[in-house]
């Protein structure tokens, strides 16, 4: 009979290869209205009091409100001119939406709205508190939980493809064909087929560009290899990564000797 001999398990799934990070360009956490200096956006629709429509700032978050008429609020941000550089290569960008209206089942523009102009591409999509659809109505999500926030987000790795998604999940997909040199994210919303009074609120709006490996600073265990007797039945480690923001680890793996 041969031996027993002890078994340890190498952990190796911990190299650099083995992870993802995406560099983040700039951000808007809502701490001042878009088009304060700090934050750079264009008031391109103003919300006017007078008209119905109140802007305020309340735990971090843009509110619009509007109490009695459906006008149009938009701010527009450059994300590069003409004149400028050339925009990012690839490009994601994040927000996080939240509105009390539900999808009346009419007009799928009465609510929210988020436009992105990058390369090729130009494609807005409408939101409610529980749905959200492509500009041409085609695509869309619905049964979404209504006044609670929900993360959006847009990626393009070549300026030509793109897709959108809400908590995780792509509702929308396509192919650019509008480029004209001019590279923009633009948001805001509207009344006009809303019951009255409503509200949409903005967490923040974030984007950057699509990276691959990102350093890994420490693990919890250590990698290499493991005693089992310390170790027993390993079912979670913590990694610790050199940038904070939006890092997954994409494979991960183990090694008997």
């Known amino acids: 009979m041969a031996p027993l001999r002890m078994v340890t398990i190498a952990l190796v ?7 993802f990070a995406d560099d983040l360009l700039y951000r808007y956490e809502a701490d001042v209205l878009p088009y304060d200096p700090s934050a750079g956006w264009i008031n391109g629709s ?6 119905g429509c109140i802007e305020s700032l309340q735990d971090g978050h843009l509110i619009l409100h509007w109490a009695d008429s459906g006008d149009i609020v938009g701010y527009g941000l450059w994300i590069a001119r003409p004149e400028d550089p050339p925009p990012p290569s690839s490009l994601w960008v994040e927000w996080r939406y939240r509105s009390d209206q539900a999808f009346t089942g009419s007009s799928i523009y009465c609510d929210g709205r988020f436009n992105v102009h990058y390369g090729e591409i130009q494609e807005p999509v409408s939101m409610f508190g529980d749905a ?13 939980d209504i006044d609670e926030f929900h993360n959006y987000r847009f990626e393009s790795l070549d300026g030509i493809i793109y897709w959108f998604s809400v908590d995780g999940m792509v509702f929308t997909s396509g192919a650019g064909r509008e480029g004209n040199g001019y590279h923009t994210l633009g948001f805001g919303g509207e ?9 949409n609120e903005w967490d923040f709006v974030r984007y950057g560009t699509i990276s691959f490996g990102e350093k890994i600073v420490a693990s919890d265990p250590p990698g290499g290899f493991l005693d089992p007797r310390q170790y ?3 079912d979670r480690f913590t990694v610790t990564f050199d940038s904070p923001n939006y890092v997954y680890l994409a494979d991960i793996t183990v090694e008997r000797t």
């Open 13 to 19: 799934a911990l190299a650099a290869s083995a992870a």
């Open 46 to 51: 103003p919300c006017r009091d007078n008209d």
């Open 132 to 144: 959200a659809f492509s500009f041409s109505g085609d695509d869309f999500v619905i049964g979404l």
């Open 191 to 199: 009344a006009g087929c809303l019951p009255l009074p409503t509200t």
């Open 232 to 234: 027993p039945s390993l």
